[in-house]
């Protein structure tokens, strides 16, 4: 379990940066793990120890993340790190499979063996977030079987995000339907947490949201994704001909442990 005075480096792909509404990144950092650690979403009033580093950036897939973010979270010496990746590779044709999951795999190992506690977790089937994704589900579900072996090998903490239901409301996730907005981030700090086995957590981020007042007809559905494909999945296919990522130029906001209260301008905490 995290000290008070605990130290935590996030290795990431896209989700710890955040999304924020209107494709507006959140400023320093998502919070999510900083949330976890300190307990249980709650700003950490009680933990003024806690120095936190969020080295993801948007759009890297496994291998990148490896390359570039494990041996500066090494050089952190963390209590507690977080290592997700995969959905990028994922959504790209001709993804194996087993070298993303080798690749999550050596940043368990790398990152236990130094003595730090692990936590990752499920990702959700996105074809039941976005219909036009339900041909790579599959593909999902299979990483997350093999990354769940990979952590147990490695007695890597899993929160399990992918077995409800919740997951997968569209009121969890941003307009791109990739990165989780507001309640999503609140979400996965709650599930980390729990995973944990934080003080004061529990299984409250498991239960749906409360039902939408009218129901959704079958031509606003349609609608809808026509909007995202011309506003999302056009661009997405655009810069994969070109060879780009949507993290071309990008760096990590927050690559050095810093105290919590020195994020400046980092409003995740209000959730």
């Not at 490695?154 to 507001?182: F, K």
């Not at 997405?236 to 400046?264: N, T």
Request: charged share 20%.
């Amino acid at each position: 379990m995290p000290r008070p005075d605990t130290e935590v480096a996030a290795i990431w792909a896209s989700t710890a940066p955040g999304a924020w509404p209107r494709g507006y990144e959140r400023p320093a950092c998502s919070g999510d793990v900083r949330r976890a650690a300190s307990g249980h979403g709650r700003r950490p009033r009680h933990s003024p120890g806690l120095r936190y580093a969020n080295l993801a950036v948007r759009g890297r897939k496994a291998g990148q993340v490896r390359a570039e973010q494990l041996a500066p979270a090494l050089a952190m010496r963390p209590d507690l790190a977080t290592v997700v990746a995969g959905v990028n590779d994922v959504l790209r044709p001709g993804c194996d499979l087993d070298e993303v999951a080798d690749h999550v795999e050596a940043m368990f190992a790398a990152l236990t063996a130094q003595g730090a506690t692990v936590a990752t977790l499920m990702f959700p089937d996105v074809g039941r977030i976005t219909p036009l994704a339900r041909p790579i589900g599959h593909r999902v579900l299979a990483l997350n079987a093999r990354i769940r072996e990979a952590a147990d090998r490695h007695g890597v903490v899993v929160a399990e995000t992918a077995a409800h239901a919740a997951a997968t409301d569209p009121r969890l996730w941003s307009a791109d339907r990739l990165h989780a907005g507001p309640l999503g981030h609140a979400r996965i700090a709650a599930a980390v947490a729990q995973a944990l086995g934080l003080p004061g957590s529990d299984d409250k981020w498991t239960l749906p949201l409360p039902a939408e007042g009218t129901d959704i007809s079958v031509w606003r559905t349609v609608g809808a994704e026509v909007r995202w494909a011309g506003t999302f999945l056009g661009p997405w296919l655009g810069r994969r001909l070109r060879g780009r990522s949507s993290g071309d130029g990008r760096q990590a906001k927050r690559p050095a442990l810093l105290p919590v209260a020195a994020s400046a301008g980092d409003t995740s905490s209000a959730v």
